[in-house]
């Protein structure tokens, strides 16, 4: 993901790249244009296999939210340890929750754990890349040194001494809560990824020119850099998604969780804690695993996806 | 190596730590409440704790953490203890000492993660490297997106799938724990065997699912190394296939992927915390999931500030190793 381009042209010229082919219908009119579009998906399938897995997993969530009522995700909705039946598609578990409400309500609610995460992370580790690559300074040095420290120890672990912190028995996280703590350590890479991007762009020829020309910094940032810059940025968000995912996930394996919400991490803490594997209800181990496995596959699909697609230089290896 | 460069290393290290340590001490209060002292209060309301390891208790937190004293005092202490590596007693089983629960567990993670990185680290370069020599193995072309999946997932996800499969369903090897649990004797050829039976599911995720992380990265390097010059020179002198190979082609390849190792490192510290908990394997992982648990706020920060030592000395030693395999940078400390 961080393949740092030197050479910005190279990565402002994908479609223009295009142009290059002569069996490459133009980009003129609205249905040629879907044409190339879908040509170019085939040589880069990554993207919409990617976008299709992760489409379906939510429109799961999102149509099945329509049939389920999110209370059946409580204890004691359902008869216990029942195997899927008509009335009870995905089955129950130990302690009586529909798991198919809770697989439609945990799938949505961790997707939003990391949508949340991952948004503050970006928009936050990006401002701040873009004042420390773009300003430099003394404020880049305190930049750095701060990712550079704060980056070589894994988030998990400062978020363990956070959530014990923060919860209480009488008040338990909520997912919400967790997806601002998950936050609060989320802009660290795309600050640095951002930081190493806007310090190479900075003395492009095109920047140059703008500022000769009279541009502010701040017209020089929005209207000359960004726009330069979006597919990375685009790139960074998913990673920060997956990664807050990630660690979300990981925080409510180990039981700092929001104990009332059925999200799939949460969903696996309970899955361990009262041994599914050793009475083998499957229904109760596959569905969160699987739904976990999709997911991140299809963020790491998307982001190989966005590489190929701003980098072309990935392109002539594969 | 040069100096400048070696004490960047160093400075950074301390910073680590000093964060790692500065962290533990500074959340419980910017929270307004001490988890230590809510824990006390609730085990004195439920009457759990006996009488005299509570009084011992108390006096003993009263003398470590001294509420009384000025913060600058106690955040002095504080760094004093750590620095000579006591960390206090447990809250949960009071006599014990944090450092005893940590040096017991230790030498578990430490076995697992050790073996599995190295495995996964050898297999993953390995197999890069062969992807790119081997261009057109219809083999090869079926494991590398296989590999480049299991890539993607984090190492407890890949566990509990081997669980289900080797565990539940075909019940071919244990579902977690080190060893069996009803052993008394614990050494000798029969405990290691148990040992190593237990570890081969916690190991095999780790290594599934970072093997690949290694091998993308070995055959990224090995078709930048393929390009240069020298390995058409080494081609065009007539030495054989696996000299150019091994000498011309992989010694240089696999240098990004010790760098690589110094920043995988908190990620394959993280991901073995988790496959323990996910295995009850019985390392410091374990540890950490049993004091959240129980709310043993003494251990759970004892964990984790052995966890961050942990890895910022590996990555020290990673970045002091390299000189000995790049003879450039060595050169530039004369």
Same mark, same amino acid.
């Given at each position: 993901?961080?393949?740092?381009?030197?050479? *910005?042209?190279?990565?402002?010229?994908?479609? #223009?790249?295009?142009?290059?082919?002569?069996?490459?219908?133009?980009?003129?009119?609205?249905?040629?244009?879907?044409?190339?579009?879908?040509?170019?998906?085939? *040589?880069?399938?990554?993207?919409?296999?990617?976008?299709?897995?992760?489409?379906?997993?939510i429109?799961?969530?999102?149509?099945?939210?329509?049939?389920?009522?999110?209370?059946?995700?409580?204890?004691?909705? $359902?008869?216990?340890?029942? $195997?899927?039946?008509?009335?009870?598609?995905?089955?129950?578990?130990?302690?009586?929750?529909?798991?198919?409400?809770?697989?439609?309500?945990?799938t949505w609610l961790t997707v939003r754990v990391g949508l949340i995460a991952g948004a503050v992370g970006i928009v936050f580790g990006?401002?701040?890349?873009?004042?420390?690559?773009?300003?430099?300074?003394? /404020?880049?040095?305190?930049?750095?040194?701060?990712?550079?420290?704060?980056?070589?120890?894994?988030a998990?672990?400062?978020l363990?001494?956070? #959530?014990?912190?923060?919860?209480?028995?009488?008040?338990?996280l909520s997912s919400t809560t967790m997806a601002i703590i998950i936050a609060a350590l989320a802009w660290?890479?795309p600050?640095?990824?951002?930081?190493?991007?806007?310090?190479?762009?900075?003395? $492009?020829?095109?920047?140059?020119?703008?500022?000769?020309?009279?541009?502010?910094?701040?017209?020089?940032?929005?209207?000359?850099? /960004?726009?330069?810059?979006?597919?990375?940025?685009?790139?960074?968000f998913v990673?920060a998604v997956s990664a807050a995912v990630l660690a979300s996930v990981?925080l409510e394996?180990?039981?700092?969780g929001p104990?009332?919400e059925?999200t799939?991490g949460?969903?696996?803490?309970?899955?361990?804690?009262?041994? $599914?594997?050793?009475?083998?209800?499957?229904?109760?181990?596959?569905?969160?695993?699987? #739904?976990?496995?999709?997911l991140?596959?299809?963020?790491?699909? /998307?982001?190989?996806?966005?590489?190929?697609?701003?980098?072309?230089?990935?392109? *002539?290896?594969? | 190596?040069?100096?400048?460069?070696?004490?960047?290393?160093?400075?950074?290290?301390?910073?680590?730590?000093?964060?790692?340590?500065?962290?533990?001490?500074?959340?419980?209060?910017?929270?307004?409440?001490?988890?230590?002292?809510?824990?006390?209060?609730?085990?004195?309301?439920?009457?759990?704790?006996?009488?005299?390891?509570?009084?011992?208790?108390?006096?003993?937190?009263?003398?470590?953490?001294?509420? @009384?004293?000025?913060?600058?005092?106690?955040?002095? @202490?504080?760094?004093?203890?750590?620095?000579?590596?006591?960390?206090?007693?447990?809250?949960?089983?009071?006599?014990?000492?944090?450092?005893?629960?940590?040096?017991?567990?230790?030498?578990?993670?430490?076995?697992?993660?050790?073996?599995?990185?190295?495995?996964?680290?050898?297999?993953?370069?390995?197999?890069?490297?062969?992807?790119?020599?081997?261009?057109?193995?219809?083999?090869?072309?079926?494991?590398?997106?296989?590999?480049?999946?299991?890539?993607?997932?984090?190492?407890?996800? %890949?566990?509990? %799938?081997?669980?289900?499969?080797?565990?539940?369903?075909?019940?071919?090897?244990?579902?977690?724990?080190?060893?069996? &649990?009803?052993?008394?004797?614990?050494?000798?050829?029969?405990?290691?065997?148990? %040992?190593?039976?237990?570890?081969?599911?916690?190991?095999?995720?780790?290594?599934?699912?970072?093997?690949?992380?290694?091998?993308?990265?070995?055959?990224?390097?090995?078709?930048?190394?393929?390009?240069?010059?020298?390995?058409?020179?080494?081609?065009?002198?007539?030495?054989?296939?696996?000299?150019?190979?091994?000498?011309?082609?992989?010694?240089?390849?696999?240098?990004?992927?010790?760098?690589?190792?110094?920043?995988?490192?908190?990620?394959?510290?993280?991901?073995?915390?988790?496959? &323990?908990?996910?295995?009850?394997?019985?390392?410091?992982?374990?540890?950490?999931?049993?004091?959240?648990?129980?709310?043993?706020?003494?251990?759970?920060?004892?964990?984790?500030?052995?966890?961050?030592?942990?890895?910022?000395?590996?990555?020290?030693?990673? @970045?002091?190793?390299?000189?000995?395999?790049?003879?450039?940078?060595?050169?530039?400390?004369?």
């Open positions: 993901m961080s393949t740092a381009t030197d050479d *910005r042209r190279e990565v402002t010229s994908f479609d #223009a790249d295009d142009h290059q082919r002569p069996s490459e219908p133009e980009w003129g009119t609205l249905r040629s244009r879907w044409r190339a579009t879908l040509r170019y998906m085939r *040589r880069n399938p990554s993207l919409p296999v990617g976008l299709a897995l992760l489409s379906a997993l429109l799961f969530s999102v149509i099945g939210g329509l049939l389920v009522d999110i209370g059946d995700t409580r204890v004691m909705s $359902a008869p216990h340890s029942r $195997a899927p039946a008509d009335n009870l598609w995905f089955g129950s578990d130990r302690q009586g929750r529909d798991l198919f409400a809770v697989m439609v309500h945990g990006a401002s701040l890349g873009f004042i420390a690559g773009y300003f430099g300074g003394w /404020i880049d040095n305190i930049v750095n040194w701060t990712v550079d420290v704060l980056l070589t120890v894994p998990m672990l400062f363990v001494v956070i #959530a014990t912190n923060v919860s209480t028995p009488t008040e338990p660290r890479r600050t640095r990824q951002i930081r190493a991007q806007v310090l190479v762009m900075r003395t $492009a020829g095109y920047v140059q020119t703008a500022r000769i020309s009279g541009a502010s910094n701040l017209e020089i940032i929005f209207l000359e850099m /960004i726009p330069n810059l979006l597919p990375y940025l685009v790139a960074s990673t990981g394996a180990m039981g700092l104990q009332n059925p799939l949460q969903t696996i803490y309970w899955m361990i804690q009262s041994s $599914a594997f050793m009475m083998g209800l499957w229904w109760w181990i596959l569905p969160p695993i699987i #739904a976990l496995v999709i991140f596959v299809s963020l790491y699909l /998307i982001n190989v996806g966005i590489d190929e697609l701003s980098n072309p230089r990935l392109r *002539r290896k594969a | 190596m040069a100096l400048s460069d070696l004490l960047r290393r160093l400075v950074l290290l301390a910073a680590v730590i000093w964060t790692a340590m500065t962290l533990n001490f500074i959340l419980p209060r910017i929270t307004g409440r001490n988890p230590i002292i809510e824990k006390l209060m609730d085990s004195a309301d439920s009457g759990g704790a006996n009488e005299y390891d509570f009084d011992q208790f108390v006096a003993a937190m009263n003398a470590r953490f001294g509420f @009384d004293r000025p913060i600058l005092h106690q955040y002095l @202490d504080y760094l004093g203890d750590l620095v000579t590596f006591d960390l206090g007693y447990s809250i949960a089983n009071f006599p014990t000492r944090v450092g005893d629960l940590i040096a017991s567990a230790l030498p578990w993670t430490i076995g697992l993660m050790l073996t599995s990185t190295l495995i996964a680290f050898v297999l993953g370069s390995i197999l890069g490297a062969l992807t790119v020599w081997f261009r057109s193995s219809r083999l090869l072309g079926f494991f590398v997106p296989v590999i480049m999946v299991l890539a993607a997932m984090p190492f407890y996800l %890949v566990g509990l %799938v081997l669980i289900y499969v080797f565990s539940s369903l075909l019940g071919w090897f244990p579902a977690s724990g080190g060893f069996v &649990e009803t052993r008394t004797v614990t050494s000798g050829w029969d405990f290691y065997l148990d %040992v190593a039976y237990h570890a081969v599911l916690p190991g095999l995720s780790i290594v599934l699912a970072s093997t690949g992380v290694w091998a993308l990265s070995m055959r990224g390097m090995m078709v930048t190394v393929q390009g240069e010059d020298y390995m058409t020179f080494a081609d065009a002198k007539g030495l054989n296939l696996r000299r150019v190979f091994l000498a011309y082609g992989v010694r240089n390849a696999i240098l990004p992927q010790v760098t690589m190792l110094a920043l995988f490192m908190g990620q394959v510290v993280t991901g073995a915390v988790l496959v &323990e908990v996910v295995f009850a394997y019985p390392g410091i992982g374990f540890l950490l999931l049993r004091s959240i648990q129980i709310n043993d706020f003494t251990t759970i920060y004892g964990v984790v500030f052995i966890l961050i030592l942990t890895i910022g000395f590996s990555m020290l030693i990673m @970045d002091l190793i390299y000189p000995l395999l790049d003879p450039r940078t060595r050169k530039s400390r004369a």
